[in-house]
């Protein structure tokens, strides 16, 4: 058999040029910023680190995942559920719908919201009245967060879902099940690899999310930075080494979770083929 | 327990999947619901199962009226076409998830799920495959499977959807006969799905024919072949060749072909036969002058499969013959020859009609 690329020296120019891109858009940038953030030493690296401003901006980032991963992940698989196991007026709509914030620019959305909620917003005035600030405050980038993130984990589970079809549903509820036992024990250990995906997406998106949460955040130091503004105030402020100890600290969670989603699956693989 | 499904219907947006459908269906009984896809065989199954909903009318399983019961607690087995296996459980927890899913309460102990598992995989033959997954077994497999976890919770009727559509055809007769045994075995109700008309007639106590949401027929195989009710189940049921033209003084003609009809008024009209109701000879006789050519010879099983073409013909006949007369008429491609029909059927009439038996000279 013949192959596009088979003979021995276009192979090796292929795997060559592969490994020279990925080295350099993605490890060379990773290495950089911690050669960056260690540039003057591990001293200064945890003085940085332990910079009341940083602190609480990690706390904030920490807080906006903690809630929006999961509120999305039951929003997501309830939408999927629908979208796949129903037939009703206006579905298709509704996975259209679900790619808004996907199609719309993260600024864009930030901007609706503040429309919506800020002091002159359509709801402004009545917020205002009841004492709730919602902008300017970790409400209003808990929920910019929500929504910039809100399709990853139904993305994930529409398509897999509708390949799977009802039929083991059915076949459980045949045999008696309940619809929450129909759903642990016959849904959700076939969708789990997906949904597990989608989470991660959706966790490192509301980590980093910058465009949105810098509209709505006010940039507060100390108050309502997230770790991407604080990134972002430092730099500007020729902080060189602070902004890339918080980046640091992304690129750090970012590995954190593909190493979990790695061992995640690696795991996966292995009890499959040991039965 | 007897099953008694009283006009149910059912209509899905403009399209009338099922005109009102009266069925009874007795303790024990094993019926097949044959027709041709979309004439609502398998909506008929699933609105017994309880997985679809009937517009209007009522279901009765034995004395107790299910119309309005739930899936979960019309105590049902159901087996589909593709399995529907929970592909992420071995083979014993497939067969035990209904055991297992019950409420705590009325929940069997873990050793009398085990013994009631394995029962079932003895039935079934597959003891030895309790801990394989769906997907390293072969479509037999998993299809007995899928019949173990069925019948697990012992259920009243049990109900199959094209059981053996996607298996090759040996192992589809293998577990045919197989089920018809479990079936005498168990004594359970069934009803099942096919459009295989082989299969109906098998298997099946009773055959219900369907098409276009109607019922056509529901009798027993030996009387669904011989006296159909209609075209459509003459037709459905086997090889068809038809026979149009003119008749007048009890004979019909159809370009320089005549066959006597007697019987028969004058006008235009169409006759069928079976390919076993056509006989082959080298001479016309007094009753039958129709000649035609030879275009295919199939020598394969009991009999020999012989494609006509005449002139007169609008699409070719079809005639299953011995192998002796085969030999006898020393039969090649393109051989001239003359059909002499055994019989002829009329579907025009309000009652469907047979000229039996055509003498032959």
Redesign the interface.
């Known amino acids: 058999m013949i192959r596009i690329g088979d003979a021995p020296r276009v192979r090796r120019l292929l795997i060559g040029v592969a490994l020279a891109l990925t080295v350099l858009f993605l490890l060379l940038p990773l290495v950089a910023i911690f050669a960056q953030a260690l540039m003057s030493g591990i001293d200064v690296y945890w003085q940085n680190l332990s910079n009341a401003y940083t602190l609480s901006a990690i706390g904030l980032t920490l807080l906006v995942a903690v809630i929006t991963v999961p509120v999305n992940l039951v929003f997501g698989v309830f939408l999927a559920w629908l979208v796949t196991r129903f037939e009703f007026p206006g579905r298709r709509l509704l996975q259209t719908l679900i790619d808004i914030p996907f199609a719309v620019s993260p600024v864009v959305a930030g901007l609706v919201y503040l429309l919506l909620y800020g002091r002159n917003g359509w709801l402004g005035g009545w917020l205002d009245a009841h004492d709730i600030q919602i902008m300017f405050a970790w409400p209003g980038i808990v929920l910019v967060t929500l929504f910039v993130t809100c399709p990853f984990v139904a993305r994930e589970l529409i398509p897999l879902m509708q390949a799977q079809g009802s039929?083991?549903e059915?076949?459980?509820?045949?045999?008696?099940?309940?619809g929450w036992?129909i759903f642990r024990?016959?849904t959700l250990?076939?969708i789990r690899h997906a949904l597990l995906y989608g989470v991660i997406l959706t966790n490192a998106r509301a980590v980093g999310e910058f465009g949105a949460v810098s509209v709505v955040a006010g940039a507060i130091r100390g108050e309502t930075n997230t770790l991407p503004l604080q990134v972002e105030q430092l730099y500007q402020d020729y902080n060189t080494v602070g902004a890339f100890t918080s980046a640091s600290l992304l690129a750090l969670l970012a590995l954190l979770t593909l190493a979990a989603k790695a061992a995640l699956e690696w795991r996966a693989a292995r009890r499959e083929t040991a039965? | 327990m007897s099953i008694r499904i009283s006009q149910i219907d059912k209509t899905y947006g403009k399209t009338r999947a099922l005109e009102p459908i009266d069925l009874d269906i007795h303790d024990g009984e094993l019926i097949g619901l044959l027709g041709p896809s979309g004439s609502g065989k398998t909506t008929l199954l699933r609105i017994v199962a309880g997985l679809e909903q009937a517009d209007g009318g009522s279901i009765h399983f034995g004395e107790r009226d299910v119309t309005h019961v739930h899936v979960r607690d019309r105590r049902i087995g159901f087996v589909f076409q593709h399995y529907a296996l929970f592909r992420h459980m071995s083979v014993f927890d497939n067969v035990a998830f209904g055991l297992t899913a019950m409420p705590r309460s009325q929940r069997p102990s873990t050793g009398e799920i085990r013994t009631r598992v394995m029962q079932l995989l003895e039935m079934v033959r597959l003891q030895d495959f309790a801990e394989r997954f769906p997907a390293q077994l072969s479509g037999g497999q998993q299809q007995r499977v899928s019949l173990a976890r069925a019948l697990a919770l012992k259920p009243d009727v049990l109900l199959l959807d094209e059981p053996f559509g996607a298996l090759d055809a040996k192992v589809r007769q293998e577990l045919r006969r197989w089920l018809r045994h479990l079936h005498e075995e168990l004594n359970f109700t069934s009803l099942f799905v096919t459009h295989d008309q082989e299969e109906a007639l098998e298997l099946s106590d009773r055959v219900v024919v369907m098409s276009n949401g109607r019922v056509e027929q529901i009798a027993t195989p030996d009387t669904l072949y011989r006296q159909p009710a209609n075209r459509f189940v003459f037709e459905f049921l086997g090889d068809v060749n038809r026979l149009e033209g003119d008749i007048e003084n009890q004979v019909l003609t159809c370009g320089n072909a005549r066959v006597a009809v007697p019987g028969v008024e004058n006008g235009r009209r169409e006759l069928l036969l079976r390919p076993h109701e056509v006989r082959l000879d080298e001479q016309p006789s007094a009753r039958a002058h129709l000649p035609v050519s030879v275009t295919a010879v199939v020598p394969v099983g009991a009999e020999v499969r012989i494609e006509l073409e005449a002139d007169w013909l609008g699409e070719p006949w079809l005639a299953t013959i011995s192998h002796a007369d085969f030999e006898r008429l020393a039969i090649t491609r393109g051989k001239r020859l003359f059909a002499q029909p055994s019989r002829l059927h009329r579907f025009d009439t309000p009652r469907p009609q047979t000229l039996a038996p055509l003498s032959v000279s």
């Not at chain 1, 059915?170 to 309940?178: M, P, Q, R, Y």
């Open positions: 039929r083991e059915e076949a459980a509820v045949t045999l008696g099940a309940s036992t024990r016959v250990p076939n039965t």
